[in-house]
């Protein structure tokens, strides 16, 4: 379980250190796609692998968010990258736009107010030649810390 409790914290101030580095800012994607997509076999393979192209880059922890506006169904992708050019050379890997099935449109994305944005900044890097404090905030919080 303390291990488990470990792992977490890890995690979570590595992900939030990620966000809170100042050389990188976010890029909103916007892509074309044809209004009866997919309409067959070919275009859904074309689709299959544009998805597992945008889960490669959530994995690299470059895409923040992805997803399309219900009223509408166009798609949206926030990335977070060093450059607005490295960031249009990542769209232009991606299988849907290098078989010219979409189109995207890349722009910087200033982000003037975030409700992630302060919590993120605030928390210390991760120094991993430092121990882990763990501190119980809630003393009546159901927690079992036993050894397995």
Known sequence: ?????????????FACD????DSLSFYLVQYQ????????????????????????LYNKEVLVMAGSIQENGH???VLRDTSLEHAI????????????SFGAKVNTWNVALSSLWPKMKSLPRYDPTKPFILE???P???INLKKP
């Open 140 to 142: 009546n919080a159901p």
């Open 89 to 100: 050379q990542l769209v232009q890997l991606d299988p849907a736009i290098r078989s010219g």
């Open 136 to 138: 119980r905030l809630d």
């Open 75 to 77: 798609r949206l992708v």
């Open 33 to 56: 796609i044809p209004e009866d997509w997919p309409a067959s076999y070919e275009q859904q393979q074309i689709e299959d692998k544009h998805i597992k192209y945008l889960e490669q």
């Open 1 to 13: 379980m303390i291990q488990k409790i470990v792992i977490f914290v890890f995690l979570t101030l």
């Open 18 to 21: 990620s966000y809170s580095d």
